[in-house]
C-alpha cells in the first residue's frame, strides 16, 4: 500500500538531505519576514501625540558603561523587536549618551520612527530649571542629538536649583510654541509641584503629561500614595525609571564582590541582603513557572501597576534586549503579584 502520510515521504530510498546553498541546513527556522511583530504593539502615551511601544529604552549607560558601536547595536535590536520610543538626560555622561544617540539617529534616518525623550536640569554647565539654563541647555541637547525637537522634554526638578515653577513653565511654553520640544515630562517633582504646576494651566501655560519616578519592586516607596493620587487625577503617562535597580533585578548578580567596587558595583551591592535575596527568589520562581527571565518579570511586575504606560530600561548588550521585551508580553496572575509581593516587603 502505498502511504500519504508524513511516514511515507522519507523511504529508505530517500537521497540525504544536503546543506542548502550559502551553508544553511534545511532544518533552519525561516527568517522572519515584514515588520517585527511587536511594531504592532502600541499605548498612548498619556495626553501627547505618540503611540509608543510599551517599553523605552534608555540611554544612561551609553557613553559610560557602554561604547558607541555596542549602543547602536542596543539602539537597533530595540527597534527591531518593535520598539520606537528612547529616552536620555543632558547629564547622562555629561552629554555622551545624547551624542551616541544623536550619531545613531542621523545614520539610520529613522528620526520620523522613533518618539526622543530627553531629561534636562542637571547638567554641570546648565544646571537647574531657571529660564536661561533651560534653554540653553534644550538647545545644546538638540545640538548633540542632530535634531530639531524633543518629543517629551522631561523637567528635573531633583537638581537642587531653586527655580520658581512659574519661571520655568513659561519658559517651557516658548519651547513648546517654537517647536523646540512638543510635550512636557516631569521627574523629581513632588505631588505638590505636580497640583501647582497643573493650576498654572489655567494661565495658558503647557500641561505637564508624563511623569518619571524611580520605582520598581524594590522603590514602591518613591511612588508614594499622593504622587499616585495627583499623576491619576492628571491622567499622566507614567514612566518609571530605574525598572530593574541598576540591573539587580535582572538577577545575574548575587554576592558581595570583594575589593573596590565601581558606582554601578556599589549600587547594586545596596540591594544585596535578606530583602533582596528573597525578591530574587520570587522572581526566580516566577520566571520558572511562566519560562521568561528575571529581568522579564520585573518587567512585567511594573506593566501590571495602575497608571504605567511604559518603563525605562537600560541594557548593557544587544542580547539583553530581548529579555526585557519579553515583559510585555508576560501577564502576571494575582498568585503571582501576591508572591512578589511577600517576598519584597
Known amino acids: 500500500m502505498t502511504g500519504t502520510g508524513i511516514g511515507s515521504a522519507v523511504s529508505s530510498e530517500s537521497p540525504p538531505l544536503l546543506p542548502a546553498p550559502g551553508g544553511v541546513h534545511p532544518s533552519a527556522p525561516i527568517p522572519v519576514q515584514g515588520p517585527p511583530v511587536g511594531q504592532s504593539v502600541r499605548v498612548k502615551l498619556g495626553e501627547t501625540d505618540a503611540d509608543v511601544f510599551p517599553l523605552i529604552l534608555g540611554g544612561a549607560e551609553f557613553g559610560w558603561n557602554v561604547d558607541l558601536e555596542t549602543s547602536h547595536e542596543i539602539i537597533d535590536a530595540f527597534l527591531e523587536r518593535g520598539g520606537n520610543m528612547l529616552h536620555t ?3 547622562f555622561s555629561a552629554g555622551r549618551s545624547e551624542h551616541i544617540i544623536g550619531q545613531w539617529l542621523h545614520s539610520r534616518g ?15 554647565d546648565n544646571p ?15 545640538t548633540r542629538l542632530r535634531t530639531d525637537r524633543i518629543d517629551v522634554l522631561y523637567l528635573d526638578a531633583a537638581t537642587g536649583t531653586a527655580t520658581e515653577l512659574e519661571e520655568t513653565l513659561a519658559t517651557a511654553e516658548w519651547l513648546v510654541d517654537s517647536g523646540k520640544a512638543r510635550a512636557l515630562g516631569a521627574a523629581g517633582f513632588t505631588a505638590a509641584q505636580l497640583v501647582e504646576a497643573r493650576i498654572y494651566v489655567s494661565a495658558g501655560y503647557p500641561r ?20 499616585r493620587l495627583v499623576a491619576g487625577a492628571q491622567g499622566m503617562a507614567v514612566t518609571p525609571s530605574h525598572a530593574l535597580e541598576h540591573g539587580f533585578l535582572a538577577g545575574r548578580h548575587r554576592t558581595r564582590l570583594r575589593g573596590g567596587l565601581s558606582v554601578r558595583g556599589a549600587q547594586i551591592a545596596a540591594n544585596i541582603n535578606r530583602r533582596g535575596s528573597r525578591t530574587l527568589r520570587a522572581l526566580d520562581s516566577v520566571g520558572t513557572d511562566l519560562g521568561v527571565p528575571d529581568a522579564a518579570v520585573a518587567v512585567a511586575w511594573l506593566l501590571a501597576q495602575r497608571l504605567v504606560t511604559a518603563p525605562i530600561v537600560n541594557a548593557y548588550a544587544a542580547a539583553q534586549v530581548e529579555e526585557l521585551v519579553q515583559g510585555v508580553g508576560v501577564r502576571l496572575s494575582r498568585s503571582h503579584l501576591a508572591e512578589i509581593a511577600r517576598a519584597s516587603v
Do not use: Q, Y
Open 110 to 124: 529613522l528620526r520620523e520612527d522613533i518618539t526622543l525623550a530627553v531629561k534636562v536640569g542637571g547638567h554641570p
Open 89 to 91: 538626560a543632558d547629564s
Open 208 to 227: 505637564i503629561t508624563v511623569l518619571d519616578v524611580p520605582f520598581n519592586v524594590l522603590r514602591r516607596h518613591e511612588f508614594d500614595a499622593d504622587l
Open 128 to 142: 537647574g530649571l531657571g529660564p536661561v539654563n533651560l534653554v540653553r541647555a534644550v538647545e545644546a541637547s538638540l
